[in-house]
């Protein structure tokens, strides 16, 4: 799992997703609500076999906080 | 013989899902209604719980561990039950998982839980005649999928819309032996199904917000309609959904 690859899967979730980098703050993009929260969710799952949950979503401001909390689950 | 036409004196229900939430309150108001339960879950150590915490202790309470996706499991429930005048089927599953990643072997997962093993449940019941003349069967069902179509609900929803439509069927064909088929469609209900933590507590706040009554339901609100469906005060109901949501689907 490598941050280039994590961010790359995150920003496919999004129609505009060309300028997300492992230091946006995600929650302040225009595409982002509730239903991107459970897309991240979805595609964690999908793609790394792990479960995280809403409050790691909530508590994460960045896309490398997100990663980083995959990461301690694997 | 009771006056009240809500007794469940007399009458011998099989509940399903009984080791936790809805089924297990279920199980346990049925029993306080005097009616003799048969409880079935899969964790045995919850499932002594709510054998435990029912009522009547000169009534034969039954309680069988059973993985109901397991054939096995299933035809040894089968074989060892007595007669029944009620089932209900609590046993269920949900996950939340938006269209884009709700892949076959997620849809497999949860159908089989929700439709398919209850529902062959239900044909073993019927074909084997387990069920009186006269029996009733309530399977709870979800406003999800039914009424309310909610953002990643949709495995979850298309599993209890199917459950629903069998539901009317069984209802039409069990007539002809008095056996009466309903649903009960709830809202959201304070059990550990929907605490898995995909929601945070924030959103769930949120949710709980769009229900006119205040607040979601807890299991004893749901059981109390599965009793009027189970009692002869709903003799001539049948084929029906009793939505249960605080009003969620107004
Ligand atoms: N809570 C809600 O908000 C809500 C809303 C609408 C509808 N419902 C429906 O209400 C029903 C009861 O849900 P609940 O909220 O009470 O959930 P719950 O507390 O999680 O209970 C689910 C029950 O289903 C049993 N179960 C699951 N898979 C099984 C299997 N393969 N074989 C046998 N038993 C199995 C569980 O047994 P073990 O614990 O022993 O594994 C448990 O007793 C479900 O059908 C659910 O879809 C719930």
């Known amino acids: 799992m490598t941050i280039d690859q994590f961010v790359e899967n995150f920003a496919d979730l999004f129609d505009n997703g060309g300028e997300i980098n492992a230091q946006t703050p995600f929650k302040e993009l225009s595409e982002w609500n509730s239903l991107m929260a459970l897309s991240v969710i979805a595609m964690v799952d999908e793609e790394y ?26 | 013989m009771s006056i009240n036409p809500f007794s469940l004196e007399g009458k011998t229900v099989l509940v399903t899902g009984a080791s936790s939430g809805i089924g297990r309150e279920t199980a346990i108001r049925v029993s306080q209604m005097g009616g003799t339960v048969v409880v079935v879950g899969r964790n045995r150590g919850r499932l002594e719980d709510t054998f435990a915490a029912l009522e009547g202790t000169d ?14 499991d299933l035809e040894r429930l089968i074989d060892g039950i007595p007669q029944l005048d009620g089932v209900v089927q609590c046993a269920g599953t949900s996950v939340l998982f938006p269209f884009q990643f709700s892949t076959r072997e997620k849809y497999d997962r949860v159908f089989e839980v929700n439709f398919f093993s209850t529902v062959e449940l239900l044909r073993l019941l019927y074909k084997k005649k387990k069920i009186s003349n006269g029996g009733s069967v309530v399977l709870i069902a979800s406003v999800g999928g039914t009424t309310v179509f909610d953002t990643g609900n949709g495995v979850y929803g298309a599993s ?35 605490e898995s933590g995909t929601m945070t507590d924030e959103q769930i706040r949120m949710d709980e917000a769009k229900y006119p009554l205040g607040r979601y339901g807890e299991p004893a609100d749901v059981a109390h309609g599965v009793i009027y469906l189970l009692s002869d005060a709903a003799a001539w109901v049948t084929g029906a959904m009793l939505v249960i949501d605080g009003g969620l689907s107004i």
């Open chain 1, 49 to 74: 076999d792990v479960s995280i949950k809403g409050i790691d979503v909530q508590n994460a401001v960045t896309v490398e906080d997100l990663f980083n909390a995959v990461k301690g689950k694997l």
């Open chain 2, 59 to 72: 009534r034969v309470h039954r309680q069988v561990v059973c993985d109901q996706t397991n054939e096995e």
């Open chain 2, 160 to 194: 209890k819309a199917a459950l629903v439509s069998t539901m009317k069927f069984c209802a039409k064909e069990f007539a002809k032996k008095r056996i009466r088929v309903n649903a009960i469609a709830p809202g959201r209900v304070h059990t550990p199904l929907i």
